[in-house]
């Protein structure tokens, strides 16, 4: 386990801080949901997330920057448990015309990556991403399993 932390750590902190990759997708409650993948070179301080709507902050993890009125209670922003991705979750997009969203990860530097989103070309959220970690889980309890009978 220590070897594999090590090594995802080592792939992770090798190269420059930047955001790989920004995915959209609509859940089953119709909220769309992003996901801002990121690189860091540090392991601190904790980075902080925020997307914003053109010039709009739409969330945030950074108590400092607070929603512009129009996505007050509707965003969410959080950065997934053990990952290096940051999860958007907003209700109520409007269908009306495509969305310039940017996500921008804080902390060495800064870094953002920007995705078009036009909510009727959105793809439903797949039960893989949902399941995704749970599956993770499984694997490494059952590694852990496996581990314990050996030793
Ligand atoms: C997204 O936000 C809505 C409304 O706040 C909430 O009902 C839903 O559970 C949230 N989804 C996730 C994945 O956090
Ligand atoms: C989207 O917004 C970002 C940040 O403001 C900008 O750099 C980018 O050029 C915009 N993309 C388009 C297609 O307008």
């Not at 950065?79 to 109520?92: A, D, F, K």
Request: proline share 5%; hydrophobic share 35%; glycine share 4%.
């Amino acid at each position: 386990m220590y070897i594999l932390a090590t090594a995802v750590c080592l792939l992770g902190f090798a190269s420059a801080q930047k955001v790989t990759n920004l995915n959209s997708c609509l859940t089953k409650e119709q909220n769309l949901r992003m996901d801002c993948e990121y690189e860091l070179t540090a392991l601190s301080p904790v980075p902080t997330c925020t997307y914003n709507l053109e010039n709009n902050v739409v969330g945030s993890t950074d108590p400092a920057m607070s929603p512009d009125p129009t996505f007050k209670n509707r965003g969410t922003v959080t950065i997934m448990e053990g990952s290096t991705t940051c999860r958007l979750n907003l209700t109520g997009l409007s269908d009306d015309k495509p969305k310039n969203f940017t996500c921008t990860i804080k902390q060495k530097e800064t870094v953002s990556k920007s995705s078009i989103v036009e909510k009727k070309l959105l793809l439903p959220c797949s039960a893989w991403s949902e399941h995704g970690s749970m599956l993770m889980m499984t694997v490494t309890s059952l590694v852990l399993l496996l581990e314990a009978k050996w030793l």
